[in-house]
């Protein structure tokens, strides 16, 4: 049993006078004269200084020595805070049943007294009290007092309450961000003296990730964060991959401070993903202890810079080759015209043919283009002339860009020859023209036939004009094909025949194999 001291004060609630106080009922008995006092005086200047109050309790009459810190918490008057019941009726409502609940089983026996709650101001604010305290037995070995220390927690617990708020939103921002956000810890810490190869290799042995968003999983093709934790540098940057390791040298010659960093890596799948990289080390004394990061999946702007990069060089190309194109038309037109009128007409007409391919290729994205729509495209401002009739057949066939230009041009060529001299001159004429694949050589070839009829007697021409030559050198030098022209007393037929671009295969037809289409009347 502890005994009283003189060394404090406190209030008796019998004679209003002047009683030792807690902190000298908590004087081991040992101590006796000046140690007792020196003791006391020791405790209660500690307990001054961490702004502890101090209390006992009699069990048997309810009486309460607390002073004047304890007090001050409870907000006493100097006539209040005799009776335990007094404290028990400064306890919050909503905590009054957990308060009781640690008070019985202190005196059971079964716990010290540890319990936090909350106090009921005067304005209905609540401050948040802690109470720490043991049991003291009689001789009997019955409890009779608990005694012990108070402390007004409310500021502690705001600032838990608010490192916890602030922990929760850092959290919720970290998953619901789209950006990857990763944290990646090395044990042993890394030494940053080291050569930047043998940083590297450590990096690998000894880097894991310890924390990441889902958003950072996914970037990596996995479910969720759980997947990418555990997980070592090499799963995302194979160390056998030069340009991984160049990657990481980057890093560390930076001094582990980085910002919008490019790197290509692969995924869980093997895909080649891009991503921009900003990132910062924690190194104390020269030990790098963990790496933060936080990147962004630009793998859809890289795409469409790499596309962008190839349109351009494609359209220089093709610009080029039409350029190409036309200063033929032009060198070869102008040789070969009698008057400046009629080369005009014949530039023009090659130039318009010229362009009407070009809409055609540029509606399927210069993938290719459908032969019906080459071949009507061709003939289009000739199918309602004078009551003339034009005619389609041959399967759904598709041509490479060069193949569809070029075979424009051939098929312009004879229209404006078919025009002038030909079956398109008359009013009956007609012109019929059909394609079909043959299959029986080393690759498929595409076989097309012009025939006219209905026009005026054809003789054979005094001498080779530009257009027929021009027919030639296009299939012969352009396709690696040949074409012959024959001038038949009832019309002209032309025969083209050329190997097909393998990676543009027959498209499958819709109905039957081979289809005919008639222009006119």
Known sequence: MRRLSDAGTAHSPQSGQAVASPVSIMAPVSQTGTDADEGSASRAAALETAGLGTFAWNLLTDELLIDERGREIFGF??????????????????DLAQVREAVQSCTEGLSRLDVSFRLRGDKGTARIVTVIGGAGHGSDGRVESIAGVLVDSTQTRRIGAASADSEERYRSF???????????????????????????DRAYRDGCFVDCNDAMARMYGLARAEDLIGRTLDFPLPASD?????YLEGIIRAGYAVTDVESAERDAAGNLKHFANSMIGVVENGWLKRLWGIQRDITDR????EQRTLLIHELNHRVKNTLATVQSIASQTLRNARTMQEAKEAVEDRLIALARAHDVLTQESWEGAEIREIVAQALAPYANRDGCR???SGPPLRLSPRMALSLSMALQELATNAVKYGALSRARGRVDVAWSVRENGPSPRLSLHWEESGGP??????????????IERILARELNGQA???FRPSGVVCTMDAPLARELPPLEPSGSSHSRETHGS
Do not use: C
């Open 390 to 392: 034009l005619e389609m």
């Open 484 to 486: 012959r022209i024959e």
């Open 77 to 94: 008057g100097p006539s209040e805070g005799a009776w335990a019941r007094e404290l028990f009726g400064r306890v919050h409502p909503d």
């Open 457 to 470: 007697p054809v003789g054979q021409p005094t001498y080779r004009g530009f257009g027929s030559r021009l």
């Open 242 to 246: 030069p340009s991984a390791r160049a």
């Open 174 to 200: 970290i998953a619901h961000s789209s950006e990857g956000i990763w944290l990646m810890e090395f044990d042993p810490p890394l030494d940053t003296s080291l050569p930047v190869e043998e940083q590297i």
């Open 302 to 305: 890289k795409q469409a810079e």
